[in-house]
C-alpha cells in the first residue's frame, strides 16, 4: 500500500460544485502539505499544516480550505470550483526537523472543472 | 523575483550521453536546503536528491549528482550515462532557514528531459 494515498485519483466536475480531496499517511509523519501542478508553472504551495492543531496558508490559498482531522489526515477543498482550478492536485508529508529527508508525495489528484 | 528558477523548458539528450539540468535560486538565508524531484509522465513525484547550505561535498547518489556552487546560487543536477527511462519532467525546489519549522518548498518551473535513443 502506498504511503501517502490520495482520492480520488481522477475527478471531473461543474462550475459551482463543492469538492473535497482526500489525502491519507501511514509514515506518521507531522507536517502535510498541498499542492497545485499547472503547465509550466511547477507546484504551487496552498496549504500546509504542522499537526492537527496548526494550518497555515501557502501561495495559492485563496478559493481552498482545508482540514486536518487527525495527524494521518488532510483534506482539501474547493467550495465553488471554477474553471481556473483545473489542475494536478498532490498531497505531501514530511517529518519535522530533518534536514536531508524530503517531501512524500501522493500520486496526485487529476482535477477539471468543466 | 523567482526563488527558484530553472532556464531550461525543455532538454533533448542522446542517451548515454551525461545532461546537465540548471537551477539558480535566490535566498538571504544562510540555511537552506535543496532537492531534485523527477516527475515520469505517469505523475508521480520521486526525490532524487539533496544539497544542504552547509555541505562541504557536492550530493551524489548514483547516477545523479549536484553541481552546488553556492557563491553563484546554483545547484545544477548532472546525470551521468542517460538512460531512456530518465525521460521526464525534473523539478528543483528549496527549502529556506532552519529546518525546524521551515519545511515547506518553493519549486521551480521544471524542466522536460527527452533522451533519444
Known amino acids: 500500500d502506498a504511503d501517502v494515498t490520495q482520492t480520488p485519483r481522477n475527478r471531473i466536475t461543474k462550475t459551482g460544485k463543492r469538492i473535497m480531496l482526500e489525502c491519507s499517511q501511514t509514515?506518521?509523519?507531522?507536517?502535510m502539505y498541498w499542492y497545485r501542478q499547472d503547465p509550466g508553472l511547477g507546484l504551487r504551495l496552498i496549504y500546509y499544516?504542522?499537526?492537527?492543531?496548526?494550518?497555515n496558508k501557502g501561495e495559492i490559498s485563496d478559493g481552498y480550505s482545508v482540514s486536518r482531522q487527525a495527524q494521518a489526515k488532510f483534506s482539501l477543498s474547493l467550495e465553488s470550483a471554477i474553471p481556473n482550478q483545473t489542475a494536478l492536485y498532490f498531497c505531501?508529508?514530511?517529518?519535522?526537523?530533518?534536514?536531508?529527508?524530503?517531501?512524500?508525495f501522493g500520486d496526485g489528484t487529476r482535477l477539471s472543472i468543466l | 523575483a523567482q526563488k527558484i528558477t530553472q532556464t531550461q523548458p525543455g532538454m533533448f539528450v542522446q542517451e548515454k550521453e551525461a545532461v546537465t539540468l540548471d537551477c539558480t535560486y535566490d535566498t538571504s538565508d544562510p540555511s537552506y536546503g535543496l532537492f531534485w524531484y523527477k516527475q515520469p509522465s505517469s505523475g508521480e513525484m520521486i526525490f532524487l536528491i539533496y544539497q544542504g547550505s552547509y555541505d562541504q561535498q557536492n550530493a551524489t547518489e548514483g547516477r545523479y549528482s549536484l553541481n552546488f556552487q553556492k557563491a553563484r546560487k546554483s545547484a545544477n543536477l548532472v546525470i551521468s550515462a542517460s538512460q531512456l527511462g530518465d525521460s521526464a519532467m525534473y523539478f528543483c525546489a528549496m527549502r529556506e532557514g532552519p529546518v525546524f519549522g521551515n519545511e515547506k518548498l518553493t519549486f521551480g518551473t521544471g524542466t522536460r528531459l527527452t533522451i533519444i535513443p
Open positions: 499544516s504542522f499537526d492537527v492543531k496548526d494550518i
Open positions: 509514515k506518521g509523519h507531522d507536517r
Open positions: 505531501a508529508t514530511s517529518e519535522p526537523g530533518t534536514a536531508n529527508q524530503p517531501q512524500h
